[in-house]
């Protein structure tokens, strides 16, 4: 079956929120979902997942420390999650206070590590952004996006 990862890291929740929005869009195709907190997710189990979605508050513009030390962690895995599909999600304070980057910045780095990216042509181009805690708009957009990628990750996969 295929399986997604939903990691995240959340200060005060507002993410947190986001990713279990983009869990329930993942579920609604059908595909397996494990939504959690980075805290909770061992490097190695990297390697059991099709797809992997990565979200983080915007910290000056670019994803929080505990989000980077899991990718800088992974290079003992370099090479082993080329093909699979990742995507990125941000939280920030100010409409224009760095959440294009900060997804910019997650997806830069599973771009090196081989995975396969999507923008979408509508709403959020690079990803889900929230301004604070998602409002309906930004939960739309989450479900949305979290349908998105797992259509995708089910055509990557065969499945
Ligand atoms: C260390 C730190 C740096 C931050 N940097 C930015 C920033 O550059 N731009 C911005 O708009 N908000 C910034 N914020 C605010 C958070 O991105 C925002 O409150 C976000 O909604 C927090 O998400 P969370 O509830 O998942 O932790 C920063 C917050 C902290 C604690």
Redesign the pocket.
């Known amino acids: 079956m295929v399986r997604i990862l939903v990691c995240y890291f959340?200060?005060?929740?507002?993410?947190?929120k986001m990713a279990e929005f983009i869990a329930e869009g993942v579920g609604a195709e059908g595909v397996d979902v494990d939504v959690r907190n980075v805290e909770n997710v061992n490097c190695d189990e990297l390697l059991d997942f099709d797809g992997i979605i990565l979200g983080s508050?915007?910290?000056?513009?670019t994803c929080a420390a505990p989000i980077k030390e899991l990718i800088d962690e992974s290079v003992k895995h370099h090479g082993k999650l080329d093909g699979k599909v990742g995507g990125a999600f941000s939280?920030?304070?100010?409409i224009a206070?760095?959440n294009e980057t900060t997804i910019m910045n997650i997806l830069q780095m599973l771009m090196i590590h081989g995975m396969i990216v999507k923008g979408h042509p509508n709403g959020s181009h690079y990803g889900p952004v929230a301004v604070?805690a998602p409002d309906k708009n930004a939960e739309d957009e989450c479900i949305a996006y979290g349908r998105s990628m797992a259509k995708l990750t089910k055509k990557i996969t065969g499945e």
């Open positions: 959340s200060g005060s929740g507002n993410t947190q508050p915007t910290y000056y513009g939280s920030s304070a100010n206070g760095g604070g």
